[in-house]
């Protein structure tokens, strides 16, 4: 009998769930409009430029990360906190990253802080680009740069922008008399990369801070930023080091490096045993290792970046954190993005917009003196066809329909 009634609960069980289930989606169903937009609070995935940012609220987006060789999945190095405040923040900027960044559709005048943790190219690489690419893309802001010293001057990070500069001077050169270069400007800040928890940035009611990094040379670091009662902590490149632990504690979110175990690195990567070992543990941080440093920072939640996150690498990646670690976790991916208050984290996907284009200027834009174009020598000018009868009347066309006077340069 006892069997028989367990069954015959069972089935009333399945029945009242079924019926309240049933209810369930017809309820839901008659609450949303066949004609209105999904609301915001429903959509699973986030759309750059469609939410507000609440007074209180912190959006993070991973723009990068990867490797340093770059792949379709997954940049290098980068993310992007978005703070209720309006103010943006770039922490390192990696090989691949831009396109990642032009996704999010802000505009350049607001991407103008960026923070490097060291000066691997998986973590600048796209610099250049942010920088000279920026100014096209209707950026009038100087673009503002902070990064560590070195164990030399010239391994620190004036020294490298300073090298930018004129490494790029051709660029530059056929950008002046052309276009308004005022975003083209660089105001470099580099600060003692032994400071630890040294204020580097203070402005608007966030502050960021430095600490030491114990990875490649003298010279790396992470950085914390804390406004509003949140805290955000980001390990750049480092293997498990004091100053993070001590540092980040307290974090909202802790982001800290997780390399693939020395395993992967032989098998999927082409390492040899002792340089995976070496690379994997002592150079960089195996998930064991960050399993071990999330347990003694207990961060709201723990993100591991750094590592190609693929359906046959994240589990064992996963598994071997959770032998040190059983708190928050987060395996990052590009385009992931958490929005972050005191009561609530939430994560999501970012969708992309594969035709995204710029956001126009926020300023009016200075037409440039075409006088201060560099000249070409009479050999280039005497190679250029003026085809005068189709140019004139482009010249024509732009003039009439926005009250300008320009001249072509070549007649
Ligand atoms: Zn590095
Ligand atoms: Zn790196």
Known sequence: MAPRLARLKLLLAFSVGFAVCTACVVLTGASRSPVEPIPQSE????????????????RIVALGTGMPSVRPKQAAACWLVELGNGDKFLFDIGSGCHERLAAQKIPYDYLDKVFIGHLHVDHMGDLPSLWLGGVVMNRLEPLRIWGPSG???????AHAMELMEKMYAWDIGTRSGVVDFRGGELQVTEFPFDGINAVIYEENGVVVRSIPAVHGLDGA????????GLKFTYGSDTIPNKWFVEHAKGSDVAIHECFLPPTLLVTKQGFAPQEALMVGTQGHTAPEQFGKVMAMVKPRLAIGYHF???????P???DRVRKTYDGPLDLALDYMVWNVTKDDIRVRMSAVDEEVWPSPPLKKKIAPDTGSAIAFSKFTISGALPLTEVVQPIFDEVNEKYGTKVEPLFK
Do not use: H, Q
């Open 43 to 58: 959509l699973d995935v986030y759309y750059p430029g469609t939410e507000s940012l609440a007074p209180d609220e912190m």
């Open 308 to 314: 190609y996150n693929d359906f046959d690498t994240e």
């Open 221 to 228: 670091v992470g950085f914390i930023l804390e406004w509003n």
């Open 316 to 318: 064992e990646v996963r």
């Open 151 to 157: 164990g030399t001057p010239e391994l620190g990070t």
